[in-house]
C-alpha cells in the first residue's frame, strides 16, 4: 500500500522546488532602464525662460529751475507723440533774471567801450597822483627859473642853483614813475572789465542753457519722443517746484525690450542672433517673434540659482505690449 503521507512530502518538495527556480528566473533578468528626465528649461530645440518687458530708454524730465506748475495735461500711462503738451508751467521768474543779466551786460560792455574810447582819444587818463608830480615838475620849474635869474645877478650862491636843479629833475623822475603806474593801472583796469564780462557771460549762457531743453517749449513741458508713454507724474496743478526737481518719466515704446533670466546651466546654447518665441502671460493665445541681441558678460544669484540675463529684441511689437509686462521665452538652439 502507497504511503499516502510520503506522497504528500514529496509533492510539496516539487512544489517549492517549482516557486524557487521560477524566482531564481525572474531573478535573473536585468531592470528596466528608465530614461532621465529632461529639464524644464530645456524642451527639445529651444530653451525656456521666464522674462519681463522693460524699455531701453526712460527720459527724466526735470527742471533746473523753480517755476510754478498751472496745470498737468496727461494722466498716467497715458501714450503721448512728439511735441503734445504735457504741463503749463509759469517760469516768468527764470526769464525776468535772465532780462535782467543782459541788461547788466549790455552796461558792462559800454562801460568797456568807454574805458577803450577814453585810452585811443584822450591819451592816457591822469590819475591823482600823476596830476600831483606834475604839479610839482611846474613849480620846480618856475623856482628854478627864479633861481636862474638870481644866480646870473649874483645874488644866491652856485648851491642854490643846484638845489633848484635837482628838484626839477627829481620832479621830472616823479612825473615819469607816475605816468607809467598810470598806464599800468589804466590797462588794469581794462583787464578787469573784460574778465568782469567774461563771468557776466558765462553766467548768462548757463542761465539760458536752463530753457534749452528738447522738452521745453515756451512756458510747457512738452514730449520729445514721438511714440512715448508717460509714468511716474509727481507735480499737481498749483504746486511750486524747486531747482532740480524731477516732474515725470516719459519712456520710448519703441525701445521695448525683453530680458530674461537663463539658468547657467543651459546659458551655452544661447547664441546671439538666435530666434525666439515671446508668450505674454496677459493673453495666452498671443505670440511675439523675437531676436537675441544681447547676452550679459556676468551671471547673478536669485532665488539661490545662478541665472544670466539675455536681452531679446520684440520684432513684432504691438499696443498690446507693455512696459513691465512678464513673459515666458522660448529660445531656439
Given at each position: 500500500m502507497i504511503n499516502?503521507?510520503?506522497?504528500?512530502?514529496?509533492?510539496?518538495v516539487a512544489l517549492l522546488s517549482g516557486i524557487m527556480v521560477f524566482t531564481a528566473a525572474c531573478g535573473s533578468k536585468e531592470p528596466a532602464k528608465q530614461a532621465a528626465a529632461k529639464p524644464k528649461d530645456v524642451q527639445g530645440d529651444y530653451i525656456e525662460a521666464a522674462g519681463k518687458v522693460t524699455a531701453g530708454e526712460i527720459k527724466n524730465i526735470t527742471l533746473e529751475f523753480p517755476a510754478m506748475v498751472n496745470d498737468v495735461l496727461v494722466e498716467e500711462g497715458q501714450h503721448v507723440s512728439l511735441g503734445q503738451e504735457i504741463i503749463s508751467l509759469d517760469i516768468h521768474e527764470i526769464r525776468q533774471q535772465i532780462a535782467d543779466m543782459e541788461n547788466n551786460l549790455k552796461i558792462e560792455r559800454l562801460q568797456l567801450e568807454k574805458l577803450i574810447s577814453g585810452d585811443a582819444n584822450n591819451g592816457i587818463r591822469e590819475s591823482s597822483t600823476l596830476s600831483t608830480a606834475q604839479e610839482s615838475l611846474r613849480r620846480a620849474n618856475e623856482d628854478l627859473n627864479k633861481k636862474q635869474a638870481l644866480y646870473d645877478a649874483g645874488a644866491i650862491p652856485k648851491n642854490d642853483f643846484i638845489d633848484a636843479q635837482r628838484r626839477v629833475s627829481d620832479a621830472q623822475q616823479a612825473v615819469s614813475d607816475a605816468s607809467v603806474s598810470n598806464s599800468n593801472d589804466y590797462k588794469l583796469s581794462i583787464d578787469i572789465q573784460r574778465q568782469r564780462i567774461s563771468t557776466l557771460e558765462t553766467d548768462l549762457n548757463q542761465e539760458r542753457s536752463k530753457l534749452s531743453k528738447s522738452y521745453l517749449q515756451g512756458n510747457s513741458i512738452v514730449s520729445d519722443i514721438a511714440n512715448g508713454m508717460?509714468?511716474?507724474?509727481?507735480?499737481?496743478?498749483?504746486?511750486?517746484?524747486?531747482?532740480?526737481?524731477?516732474?515725470?518719466?516719459?519712456?520710448?515704446?519703441?525701445?521695448?525690450?525683453?530680458?530674461?533670466?537663463?539658468?547657467?546651466?543651459?546659458?551655452?546654447?544661447?547664441?546671439?542672433?538666435?530666434k525666439v518665441e515671446i508668450l505674454p502671460l496677459s493673453d495666452s493665445g498671443k505670440h511675439y517673434r523675437g531676436t537675441v541681441r544681447k547676452i550679459a558678460e556676468m551671471g547673478v544669484e536669485k532665488n539661490g540659482e545662478t541665472v544670466v540675463t539675455?536681452?531679446?529684441?520684440?520684432?513684432?511689437?504691438?499696443?498690446?505690449?507693455?512696459?513691465?509686462?512678464?513673459?515666458?521665452?522660448?529660445?531656439?538652439k
Open positions: 499516502k503521507n510520503r506522497f504528500a512530502r514529496l509533492g510539496c508717460v509714468q511716474d507724474i509727481t507735480p499737481v496743478a498749483g504746486d511750486n517746484t524747486q531747482s532740480g526737481s524731477r516732474l515725470l518719466n516719459i519712456v520710448n515704446m519703441d525701445t521695448l525690450v525683453v530680458e530674461a533670466e537663463v539658468l547657467e546651466d543651459f546659458i551655452k546654447d544661447v547664441k546671439l542672433g538666435a539675455v536681452q531679446i529684441s520684440i520684432d513684432d511689437m504691438d499696443e498690446l505690449i507693455k512696459p513691465n509686462f512678464n513673459v515666458d521665452v522660448r529660445i531656439s
